[in-house]
C-alpha cells in the first residue's frame, strides 16, 4: 500500500512563504497523479493543486493562483507545494494526495492521503 507523509508547514508571517513536502514511503507500484488539499477548522476541505504523472500538467484553485505552485521529482517520488505571498486565509492542515485516474480537483480522484501538515499564517 502507497504511504504519503508531508512536512514543511510551520508558522509563518503574512507575505511570508514555506515549501511543503510529500514524500512516499513502502513499495513502489507505480507513477501516480498527485495533489494537495486544505482544511482549515470549521470549514470544509478544499482543493488547492493537483500534478499529472508526468508532470507536464498543473491544476490550481483560484484562490492560490499566481502564489502557489506545485512540482514533482519522480526518482525521488517526491512532491512539493510552494507557497508565496501567504495570506491569514491559508492556514489550514494540508494534505498530500496520490490517485490513478487522474489529475482532477475532485477528492474522490484520489485513493491515498497523507496525515497532513499544519500550517499558519498570522497578520
Known amino acids: 500500500q502507497l504511504q504519503l507523509v508531508e512536512s514543511g508547514g510551520g508558522l509563518v508571517q503574512a507575505g511570508e512563504s514555506l515549501r511543503l513536502v510529500c514524500a512516499v514511503s513502502?513499495?513502489?507500484?507505480?507513477?501516480?497523479?498527485r495533489g494537495w488539499f486544505r482544511q482549515a477548522p470549521g470549514k470544509e476541505r478544499e482543493f488547492v493543486a493537483s500534478?499529472?504523472?508526468?508532470?507536464?500538467?498543473?491544476g490550481y484553485a483560484d484562490s492560490v493562483k499566481g502564489r502557489f505552485t506545485i512540482s514533482r521529482d519522480n526518482p525521488k517520488n517526491a512532491v512539493y507545494l510552494q507557497m508565496n505571498s501567504l495570506e491569514p486565509e491559508d492556514t489550514a492542515t494540508y494534505y498530500c494526495v496520490a490517485g490513478q485516474s487522474s489529475y482532477t480537483e475532485s477528492p474522490d480522484n484520489y485513493a491515498y492521503w497523507g496525515p497532513g501538515t499544519q500550517v499558519v499564517v498570522s497578520s
Open positions: 513502502g513499495a513502489k507500484m507505480g507513477v501516480y497523479a
Open positions: 500534478i499529472n504523472w508526468s508532470g507536464e500538467n498543473t
